[in-house]
């Protein structure tokens, strides 16, 4: 959702990371799959994955926007099994601590993010047949 505002050096470590996050509870969902897909459809055809050190991010990610649009698109990966297994938690602070992420505003990110799940997961009983 968040992928094209990031640069293309920025989309490869994202592709990075949410392999990290993915893999982090030793167990990958076809829910996470999907998801991991599209977030690779989302970025430029000629992007490759980039593994960087976790303390070079705040320097990769150098916007409040790059930064936010960086642990949304982690967060959701988290939460695409429906559960945000603590293995995926504590990645996903360690990458928000250091791109100097309060944790008040992490923790409003993965409310927000839960809440969209949400209402997915509603949108989806509206298209049910009844």
């Not at 030793?26 to 490759?48: F, H, M, R």
């Not at 050190?53 to 982690?74: A, P, R």
């Not at 559960?83 to 990645?91: A, C, T, V």
Request: charged share 25%.
């Amino acid at each position: 959702m968040f992928v094209s505002s990031l640069n293309k050096d920025q989309q490869g470590i994202l592709l990075s990371f949410a392999e990290q996050v993915v893999c982090a509870d030793g167990v990958i969902t076809t829910d996470e799959k999907i998801l991991l897909d599209s977030i690779v459809a989302q970025c430029s055809p000629t992007v490759k994955k980039i593994s960087v050190e976790v303390d070079s991010l705040s320097t990769l990610f150098n916007t409040q926007q790059s930064k936010v649009s960086l642990l949304l698109e982690l967060i959701g990966l988290a939460y695409a099994d429906e559960e945000y297994h603590e293995s995926e938690r504590s990645l996903i602070k360690i990458v928000a601590k250091a791109l100097d992420i309060e944790s008040d505003l992490l923790e409003e990110m993965e409310s927000w993010v839960a809440r969209q799940f949400i209402l997915i997961h509603e949108a989806k009983t509206f298209m049910e047949e009844v």
